[in-house]
């Protein structure tokens, strides 16, 4: 696992291993319950009937690398990454601009 497997990509694997955990079932329900306890509003501007988004506060990025997540398993076990005060809904237009604003940093 990780980089101790001869298919490690470096940084490249760190972003499938979000997007594999984004693909897990887990994500989906965690993902659901931000919405119904954001009332499917984006918490940003108030829209309601848009394209949503449940984003994570502290960037999933950052709790991967702060709890030396490298597997599947890994994730399914840190409870930070499913702390659900650690998600907001957003649409599209502000979730994009939260990726703006880390880029600029």
Same mark, same amino acid.
């Given at each position: 696992? #990780? @980089?101790?497997?001869?298919?490690?990509? #470096? %940084?490249? *694997? /760190?972003?499938?291993?979000?997007?594999?955990?984004?693909?897990?079932?887990?994500?989906? !329900?965690? =993902? *659901?319950?931000?919405? %119904? =306890?954001?009332?499917?509003?984006?918490?940003?501007?108030? /829209?309601?009937?848009?394209?949503? @988004?449940? $984003? $994570?506060? /502290?960037?999933?990025?950052? !709790?991967?690398? %702060?709890?030396? !997540?490298?597997?599947?398993?890994?994730?399914? %076990?840190?409870? @930070?990454?499913?702390?659900?005060?650690?998600?907001?809904?957003?649409?599209?237009?502000? $979730?994009?601009?939260?990726?703006? +604003?880390? =880029? +600029? /940093?």
């Amino acid at each position: 696992y #990780g @980089e101790n497997n001869p298919n490690w990509k #470096g %940084e490249k *694997s /760190k972003t499938r291993l979000q997007l594999r955990i984004r693909q897990l079932d887990k994500y989906k !329900i965690w =993902r *659901s319950k931000i919405f %119904e =306890r954001d009332n499917w509003t984006c918490q940003t501007c108030g /829209k309601r009937g848009a394209y949503l @988004e449940a $984003h $994570h506060i /502290k960037f999933l990025y950052k !709790i991967l690398a %702060e709890n030396n !997540i490298k597997t599947i398993q890994d994730a399914l %076990e840190c409870l @930070e990454i499913w702390n659900l005060d650690n998600g907001v809904t957003l649409c599209l237009e502000c $979730h994009n601009l939260t990726k703006l +604003n880390w =880029r +600029n /940093k």
